[in-house]
């Protein structure tokens, strides 16, 4: 059939089709009028918006909704109950003295790598000097101050409760200097002059991360504490059009609670709260297009468990289960990602997770709040080139041919962390390496290789390049690329293999 028969009976099955819609009527051959928004007949526009909440449901469909909404509501839940952690926090400090903490609307920040026995945060990285700020927009908007970095690398993750990003201020988007405004969903206030720009969440919820690169030398950790006094976040009430500088470096440290201790991530989510706690996370973050069928769904099994402890009972037992096979297994990056060269992986939509369910709760459990890919793209390993488990028994390679280290305009580091992706103490303190190490021994061809290993490499040159694996123990290698160029972005540049080592 040639080109011009084909186009003219899709022309011609297209308008039938129209006509057909135009014309819909009833098997009486009365007409029925159609929805305007929707286009579907106007009996079935008429339909109630969600489930009946008061007809007796099974078991199995009680269990299948809850395991669901469990799956779904992890990572929402997660940020709440920090949002619910933060907002005991006196004034802004230093939490066990080593993370930031500061009451809602308000920042706290380091002024150095963080400490190596941090729990709060899985995959921490020790590039950067972190900052920490849960907002309530439902309480205030919060005015967000952007100081002068210069030619250092920086960027401002910005999230809502569902950790997707609802702000762009970074060295990559060529922000300038000066005051941002966070709103909330149903603000509606006047933008006082003085504002550089504003940025609405579709949560109440959220949370602010800066991140400002400092490299491994005594001259730039002094360096940096200048810059960042300048980086603050406050209710827009204080806004008065003056930039606010604080010596990050002078605040008070809060003790941590004794029950926090362990080698995994501290728990944040709790199944047999979940199910209490999800009416007002629901609340907070509002149904996105096509999410309310599922709200629906979930709040007509909620209410129906109000008055039925039986089943209740049935769904905290549910969530146990689904913590345990579904969301627990999701912490090794191996079941999860996309799959790239020598088992590498990685994802294409950090903070943009949409209703890609799936890969929000994995990264939620495996290293929340992850930058959007244009800021920060990120390669996970948890298996050496033959497919075998990394772990400190054997000795491991990663050589970056000449010209192939990660192509990025900010920076790039390959971190070690242990199997709950954690730092692991070693002898010379050092956790990560890459751009910020200025002593990197280059090979005679140009090419630079990482050792990894337990034990110190007896050649000097080889123990500059030295990232330290534990003893024995399984391990994670995670290479970040902040500022990631083209070819990483589109997936032309990828990681090198994890070798062993000869011996």
């Known amino acids: 059939m040639k080109k011009s028969h084909i186009a003219t009976l899709v022309a011609g099955l297209l308008t039938a089709s129209a ?66 952690a933060f907002e005991q926090a006196p004034a802004p400090g230093l939490i066990g003295g080593i993370l930031p903490f500061a009451p809602l609307n308000r920042l706290a920040m380091l002024h150095d790598y963080v400490e ?32 002068d970095f210069g030619k250092r690398f920086w960027v401002y993750q910005i999230v809502d409760a569902r950790t997707d990003s609802f702000a762009s201020l970074g060295m990559m988007y060529g922000t300038k200097p000066g005051f941002y405004l966070l ?11 003085g504002i550089n720009g504003v940025y609405r969440s579709t949560t109440s919820t959220g949370m602010v991360v800066p991140r400002v690169f400092q490299d491994d030398t005594a001259a730039d950790k002094q360096a940096v504490k200048a810059v960042i006094q300048g980086i603050n976040i406050y209710p827009l009430s204080e806004f008065d059009g003056k930039m606010k500088r604080r010596d990050w470096a002078t605040l008070p440290v809060f003790p941590k609670p004794a029950s926090s201790g362990g080698t995994g991530e501290t728990a944040w989510v709790f199944p047999d709260k979940f199910f209490d706690q999800l009416p007002p996370v629901m609340a907070d973050a509002p149904a996105m297009p096509g999410e309310a069928g599922l709200y629906a769904q979930i709040r007509a099994v909620l209410e129906a468990a109000k008055h039925d402890p039986a089943l209740k009972k049935i ?8 913590q345990k096979e579904l969301v627990d297994p999701l912490l090794q990056f191996r079941h999860w990602g996309n799959s790239l060269p020598y088992h590498w992986s990685t994802i294409s939509n950090g903070a943009v997770f949409g209703t890609d369910y799936f890969t929000r709760t994995a990264v939620a459990k495996s290293n929340i709040l992850v930058n959007a890919n244009r800021e920060t793209k990120y390669f996970y390993q948890d298996l ?120």
Request: aromatic residues 10%.
């Open 315 to 322: 769904m905290t037992d549910e969530a146990t289960r689904a």
């Open 384 to 503: 050496s080139a033959d497919g075998a488990r990394l772990n400190g028994a054997h000795r491991y390679t990663v050589t970056f041919l000449k010209g192939q280290t990660p192509p990025v305009d900010g920076f790039w580091s390959l971190t070690l962390y242990s199997a709950e992706h954690f730092f692991v103490p070693n002898e010379i303190k050092r956790y990560s390496i890459g751009t910020k190490n200025r002593d990197l021994q280059y090979n005679a061809d140009g090419s630079l290789t990482i050792y990894i290993q337990a034990d110190a490499p007896k050649d000097a040159k080889a123990r500059a390049n030295w990232l330290p694996a534990p003893a024995n123990a399984d391990f994670s290698l995670y290479l970040r690329a902040y500022g990631p160029k083209h070819a990483i972005v589109e997936g032309q540049w990828t990681p090198p293999g994890v070798n062993l080592a000869a011996h």
């Open 183 to 193: 709103v909330g969903p149903n603000w509606n206030g006047k933008v006082p002059a």
């Open 19 to 84: 006509v057909s819609l135009a014309s819909v009527t009833t098997s009486a051959g009365a007409p029925v009028a159609l929805n305007a928004a929707s286009g579907t007949p106007g009996r079935l526009a008429a339909l109630p918006p969600a489930p009946d909440s008061n007809a007796r449901i099974t078991e199995a469909y009680a269990r299948m909704v809850a395991r669901q909404a469990y799956f779904w509501g992890w990572p929402l839940v997660n940020i709440y109950n920090r949002r619910l």
């Open 116 to 147: 190596p026995q941090e729990r709060d945060v899985a995959c921490p990285n020790q590039d950067v000097v972190y900052g920490g700020s849960v907002v309530a927009l439902d309480i205030s908007p919060v005015v967000v101050q952007v100081p």
